[in-house]
T-cell receptor, first 115, second 113 residues
Framework: DTGVSQDPRHKITKRGQNVTFRCDPI?????LYWYRQTLGQGPEFLTY????????KSRLLSDRFSAERPKGSFSTLEIQRTEQGDSAMYLC?????????????FGPGTRLTVL | DQQVKQNSPSLSVQEGRISILNCDYT??????FLWYKKYPAEGPTFLIS?????DKNEDGRFTVFLNKSAKHLSLHIVPSQPGDSAVYFC????????????FGKGNQVVVIP
């Protein structure tokens, strides 16, 4: 399967702990996005990479959140000192920059529960 | 603020009939619109899209209509099938916005066999 993969699929942690999620995009895609989805809401944009460069961050991405894409391939999203309000589904998506319109392909998500 | 709005959070339709999902947006800078389908425990799956230079795009059983003056789009599914039961998200991209998507809250569709 050559789709977007995310690991882990589920994470339960205690408040105050750090967590790290990984996203492997579709191999030829150079754009990678992180979104967060809470219950009853649509996905909300967090941050965006083109190759290894992080080009945009949402104001939702507090200083406890950091994302990297060191070699322009996989990406990690780390949350430090987790809070209960961080409980959500974290979705990764990728796309290829070609022409003007590029649909994003989503991974299955990592569901985070902060106790 | 919610720039993409999907009202009527749930819809039940008989198999074989038409499903119509509506979406309204507020940002006139949006130039590209997408519909995604999501099953439980899976990520959203791209369904169909339309650029702002068109008013209709069709792909098999799925047709998206765009009314720019009303800032409104709709998704028609004809005929509806039980496998179409899912949550449908409307999304929009802003011109020059790095392709980031703004999503609505979604519509739950249940197709009754």
């Amino acid at each position: 399967d050559t789709g977007v993969s995310q690991d882990p699929r589920h994470k339960i942690t205690k408040r105050g702990q750090n967590v790290t999620f990984r996203c492997d995009p579709i191999s030829e895609h150079n754009r990678l996005y992180w979104y967060r989805q809470t219950l009853g809401q649509g996905p909300e944009f967090l941050t965006y990479f083109q190759n290894e460069a992080q080009l945009e961050k949402s104001r939702l991405l507090s200083d406890r959140f950091s994302a990297e894409r060191p070699k322009g391939s996989f990406s990690t999203l780390e949350i430090q000192r987790t809070e209960q309000g961080d409980s959500a589904m974290y979705l990764c998506a990728s796309s290829w920059r070609e022409g003007g319109y590029n649909e994003q392909f989503f991974g299955p998500g990592t569901r985070l529960t902060v106790l | 603020d919610q720039q993409v709005k999907q009202n009527s959070p749930s819809l039940s339709v008989q198999e074989g009939r038409i499903s119509i999902l509506n979406c309204d947006y507020t940002n006139s800078m949006f130039d590209y619109f997408l519909w995604y389908k999501k099953y439980p425990a899976e990520g959203p799956t791209f369904l169909i899209s339309i650029s702002s230079i068109k008013d209709k795009n069709e792909d098999g059983r799925f047709t998206v209509f765009l009314n720019k003056s009303a800032k409104h789009l709709s998704l028609h599914i004809v005929p509806s099938q039980p496998g179409d039961s899912a949550v449908y998200f409307c999304a929009a991209r802003r011109l020059g916005g790095n392709n980031r998507l703004a999503f609505g809250k979604g519509n739950q569709v249940v197709v009754i066999p």
